[in-house]
Structure formats: C-alpha cells, structure tokens
C-alpha cells in the first residue's frame, strides 16, 4: 500500500506516506456510528415487529450508569414501577434530571430529591401563554436517545398507538441535553417546588 500510495505523492518521502495512513486509519476507527430503530405502543394484539416503548424505557433506564434525563407531558401511576427504579437509580449517584407534568409522581419523587435527583418544570411565559412542554424524551449516559409520542402513562405504554426512534448517538444525545440545559438557563424550566 505504501508503495501505491508513494506512486500518487511522489513527492511524499516514506515517513509521511506512514503518517498518512495513520491518520486514514485513526479517521476510520474514530468514525461516527449512529443506529436508530423505530419503537412503538400498540396493543397486545399487534403482531408488529419492533421495539415496544415500555421495554425499551425500561431497559434505557434500569442499563442508565450516569446520568439519566426524561421529559415528559403526562405521567400515572402505571409508569410507577419505572419510577422507583428512576429513584434506586439516583440513590446509586446517577444523575437524574426529571422534567414532567402530573403532581402524582412529582410529589413522589420529591421526597428523595438531592444533587442526582434534579425535576423541573415549565415555567409559563407570558408571551407564550398556549405553549407546554409536550416533548417526551428519554437521554441514557449522554448515548442513546429515544424521542417519542408516548406519555409516560397506561395508554402511552399499551393502549395507544404510540411511534418513536431509539436513536444511538451520542452527538444527537449531547445536543439534546445541551437544549434542555439552555432551556434551564434561560429560565423556561425551573426547579420544581
């Protein structure tokens, strides 16, 4: 290969050739790889094969080692047992930051709030009085990405028809936390009393 390559860059001496394919190979082993894979809520009935919504939360959040952020519209009950693994998990010193809606679950969560377990709230602007946050978003470790229409709910996790991609990158992780932390900054969520 050396040799091809000296036939192309004659003026090239052996160690640059060696330098060049170097840095070609330091490029291809650093490359880029994205995955994403459609996930779904339907019913039971369904025979689709895909990735269901609540078995793909469930395992972004109980294989989550570091920081883990989820937003949400509406969450009940039925999203309980996903929610004390959320809390085992911040008792692990995983850092959470939990952006929902519904009372029920805030008030639960609440009580073991501490610097891994952070939850936030839409602040209504007064020049966007219609506007709520409706984005439901689950971010693992700054690495996998799943962006869907599911609530966190009974009808978001079986009864509805529900899509969303599980997206593997952690350029598309990292620009999604950084808009959530800009929003923070900006004051749009603010700590939940």
Known sequence: MIEELRKHFT?????????????CMKMYSSKKIEHAELVLTSP??????VLRAKDTMRNMIEKTEKSLT?????????????LDVIIKKSQQGVYVNDIEKQKEALD???SYCSRFLQIYEYQKQED???????????VSDVKKSLVSSANLSYHGMQGNI???????????????EEVMKEMVRMKVFGKYK
């Open 162 to 176: 529900e899509m969303g991609f599980l997206i593997e990158s952690h350029d598309k992780a990292k620009q999604i």
């Open 128 to 138: 966007h009085k219609m506007a709520a946050l409706h984005a439901k978003l689950i």
């Open 108 to 110: 639960r969560l609440m």
């Open 70 to 82: 989820i937003t949400g519209y509406s969450i009940s009950d039925y999203f309980a047992e996903m």
């Open 11 to 23: 003026n090239c001496s052996k160690e640059e050739i060696t330098d060049i394919i170097s840095l």
């Open 44 to 49: 039971d009935s369904f025979r689709v094969k």
